[in-house]
């Protein structure tokens, strides 16, 4: 009976991330990983012996402690690049913030041209290193 | 003798961030021009109130962010934009008027001067006794020497701009420890410079202000510091 349930959870899971990606929730990228998701479900849901026979090899007692250690295991990996990759987006959002805001103050300084940059000011004793190194 | 008529040359320039503050940035911008004659790059992070409009009026540059990026991402855009504008040298400092345009000779001598990368302006005498106990947990955890850490007043030459520009940097959320561990670890050069500062006469620190913050402030800066510890580059 539990592995029905389970089972049922994977195919339900499979269905609400086909619909997601239809209505474009959901980037197809992300969707690969959760369908995957889903179909371990449904193969461990009712062929819940393929658990058991892994936890005897590997000398666990119980296969239910395997499945859940491993599920478990997996998920914790999944949040941590998930914080990663947030990381790296906000740094991409704060530097595109920043030359939105370089830029705006460029433009505003060729429109007015309130204040000479000091290059030439100072008769360009070194090239300004513009966009060296930068993104 | 003032050395300011031989810095006109030298290609520096003042940064500084803000965030609502219409009462006091007029008046530091004024007095910055005036004492010495660098341009200012106000960088406004987002403010609701007129600092803007302000900030131009009493002749600063100014570089508006389209989103609030706190207090760093404020200052990394008017660093970041120096470097890009071939500015040698860059001093930054609070808009709220607590730092002195009165030190700022004091302040640029050493890294002019070519004895220091980085100067700061340290006044040791403000703070509460848990600021002080503060201080001491971070550079524990830091293992930097600095005196006063949290301070805003500061010179960069180049090469502390370049890096400070950097992605690296980006992620930062406070310009103290991590910035100054960035700085240390590259093998720079830091130093020391002793000024009073004035008592904030409006607004609140933006690090201090609420109990919450100062957990979460404390907490960040002692895992960053002591997660970059050991970095040699």
Redesign the interface.
């Known amino acids: 009976m539990f592995s029905l349930v389970s089972g049922v959870i994977g195919i339900i899971a499979a269905l609400t991330i086909i619909f997601l990606i239809r209505r474009d929730h959901l980037h197809v990228r992300y969707g690969l990983w959760w369908i995957g998701v889903a179909i371990a479900f449904v193969i461990l849901g009712f062929f819940p012996q393929i658990i058991d026979r892994l936890a005897a090899s590997l000398g666990v007692a119980y296969g239910p402690v395997l499945a859940l250690t491993l599920g478990l295991t997996v998920f914790v990996i999944k949040v941590l690049t998930l914080d990663i990759a947030r990381?790296r987006n906000?740094?991409r959002?704060?530097?595109l913030?920043?030359r939105?805001?370089?830029l705006?103050?460029e433009m505003q300084?060729l429109a007015a041209s309130?204040?000479p940059?000091?290059?030439e000011?100072?008769g360009a004793k070194?090239?300004?290193?513009?966009?060296a190194?930068?993104? | 003798m003032s050395p300011w008529k031989d810095w006109r040359e030298r290609r520096c320039i003042v940064v500084i961030p803000a965030h609502n503050e219409q009462r006091d940035i007029a008046s530091v911008v004024r007095e910055v021009r005036r004492v010495s004659g660098f341009p200012v790059l106000v960088v406004d992070d987002c403010s609701t109130d007129r600092t803007i409009a302000l900030a131009r009026e009493a002749g600063a540059h100014v570089l508006p962010l389209s989103q609030q990026l706190g207090a760093w991402g404020a200052l990394q855009t008017g660093i970041r934009h120096a470097w890009r504008a071939g500015y040698r040298y860059a001093l930054t400092m609070d808009a709220d008027g607590q730092h002195e345009p009165v030190w700022m000779e004091r302040l640029f001598g050493p890294v002019l001067e070519g004895k220091a990368d980085v100067s700061i302006g340290c006044c040791v005498r403000r703070g509460s006794k848990l600021r002080k106990l503060a201080w001491i947990l971070l550079k524990a955890a830091s293992g930097l020497k600095m005196e006063d850490i949290t301070s805003g007043f500061r010179v960069y030459n180049r090469r502390a701009m370049e890096l400070l520009s950097g992605h690296e940097a980006t992620l930062l959320e406070f310009q103290d420890v991590g910035v100054l561990v960035l700085l240390r670890n590259a093998g720079l050069h830091l130093v020391d410079v002793d000024v009073t500062m004035l008592p904030r006469t409006s607004g609140s620190s933006r690090v201090f202000h609420s109990w919450l913050v100062v957990v979460y402030y404390m907490a960040y800066t002692l895992l960053l510091g002591f997660s970059k510890r050991r970095v040699r580059r």
Do not use: Y
């Open positions: 990381s906000e740094t959002i704060i530097r913030v920043q939105i805001a370089m705006e103050a300084r309130i204040e940059p000091p290059a000011e100072a070194e090239p300004a290193p513009r966009e190194g930068e993104d």
